[in-house]
């Protein structure tokens, strides 16, 4: 059976804005302009949040199937069809058992990989990530986490500063496992030494990094002007100014800008106490931080609300949602099977109304209940 979507179309070439997007089965089979259609609400390719620790009340930092999965589910009733768990720092025991919890979601595509968010990082730019956990890269630790999750493990993030970091970047990339450079102190030179070496992301860019001076531009200065850099961004209005986030995408385009959430449980729960990482955070006004020294905990946003937030910071609709999906997509090398409307990948879509919110979800060619 076919399935039509009509209205506005946003594809990788612009907006059809008497569009229609035919699905059968769990394809896309074709992508046209009908004059007849009404010019009516919008539809996106479905979201690709590449950097979540969880939501809905539910983590995928202690390693449990069951809360991922319900992350997962809450995430999807968003408009993000694929995500990458993400784990904060923490001994090797966890991030062992997580890959072998994790690895059966992503062979069912409840999960779309594994995303280590340290603990190979800095503990001068360490954030909300706990120093306790923090260490050098181990080539030994992470052969064995590739071997384990069996494809599952698809980005690891790394401060390129620590010993033994470009053997580990060099590692990863060789097993086809994205590097990516984040909560670092490093200076521009190191920063370019880890691209050099294979990092193909900026972890939440600006965050978690020494800060551009005039006489050392740092990571920041490194990633946005490196032309195979994909540069993560929290389009939040708490983790960067919105001059920040229009300057950042004007600067390496939104075919380099993903944006991500980086939410944490409290993503669509009340404010209140929660935890990260072993660490206590307090939300207060939808905005988590440590409840120790206030470090941003992560955040409290879905991809549909970074998308709205994007827009109305001054990014035209078609770049941002390139921003929410194609590029997130293509940052995690999987730009041929999601993350666009075009004939021959997946059937993700949102339909979105007039305001950008969330109408319908479909996945796999299946609309989401």
Known sequence: MTVRVNGKVVTPTGV???GCVEVRGDRITAV???????DGHWVVPGFVDIHTHGGGGHTFTTGDADSARAAAAFHLGHGTTSLLASLVSAPFELMRSATTAFAPLVNEGVLAGIHFEGPYLSA?????????????PSTDELTELIKLGDGAVRMVTIAPERAGALAAIELLTGHGVVAAVGHTDATYEQTRAAIAAGASVGTHVFNGMRPVHHREPGPVVALLSTPNVI???????????????TFATS??????CALITDAMAAAGMPD???????QAVTVADGVARLAGDG????????????LRHAVAAGIPVPDAVRMVSTTPALAIGL???????????RADLVVLDNDLNVVRVMRGGTWVQ
């Open 16 to 18: 059809v804005r008497q």
């Open 32 to 38: 046209a302009e009908y004059p007849s259609v009404r």
């Open 124 to 136: 001068a730019r360490c954030g909300a990530q706990n120093p306790q956990f923090l260490r050098d």
């Open 231 to 245: 540069c993560e961004l929290v389009a939040d209005g708490v983790h960067l100014h919105d001059g920040t986030l």
């Open 251 to 256: 600067t390496a385009g939104p075919e380099r």
């Open 272 to 278: 209140g106490e929660y935890e990260l990482g072993g």
């Open 295 to 306: 470090a941003i905990a992560g955040s409290t946003l879905t991809m549909d609300a970074a």
């Open 335 to 345: 730009g041929d099977q999601v993350g666009a409307l075009q004939p021959g990948l």
